[in-house]
């Protein structure tokens, strides 16, 4: 019912800032729930953070908290990723979903955006 596109990535120097859209289409997105997750090479895909379809819960995972902050606007049916201070760690490619009922695992999201890669220079 509802599909996502990522933008944003693209290559940066370890320390900055890139700032990931998410958009959404075909649905209501006010009723989703949204997750980023990121899959680096020979790695299993990690959760990132989540949002809740009111932006009033939002959850981070350990590795990034402090550094990433997701925020949506839904009057323009879309989520954000802010990321700062950026560590090669963190080259990945991202991906957006979008589920009822929020989760910090993939396993409930069903709508999942084509990605964008993160590359992040040492």
């Known amino acids: 019912q509802v599909q996502v596109v990522e933008s944003g990535g693209g290559l940066v120097q370890a320390g900055g800032s890139l700032r990931l859209s998410c958009v959404a289409s075909?649905?209501?997105?006010?009723?989703?729930?949204m997750g980023w997750f990121r899959q680096a090479p020979g790695k299993e895909r990690e959760f990132v953070g989540a949002?809740?379809?009111?932006?009033?819960?939002?959850y981070y995972a350990d590795s990034v908290k402090g550094r990433f902050t997701i925020s949506r606007d839904n009057a323009k049916n879309t989520v954000y990723l802010q990321m700062n201070s950026l560590k090669p760690e963190d080259t990945a490619v991202y991906y957006c979903?979008?589920?009822?009922?929020?989760?910090?695992?993939?396993?409930?999201?069903?709508?999942w955006g084509q990605g964008t890669q993160v590359t992040v220079s040492s």
């Open positions: 949002i809740t379809r009111s932006g009033g819960s939002i």
């Open positions: 979903a979008a589920t009822v009922g929020i989760a910090t695992v993939a396993s409930p999201y069903y709508s």
């Open positions: 075909g649905g209501t997105f006010s009723l989703y729930d």
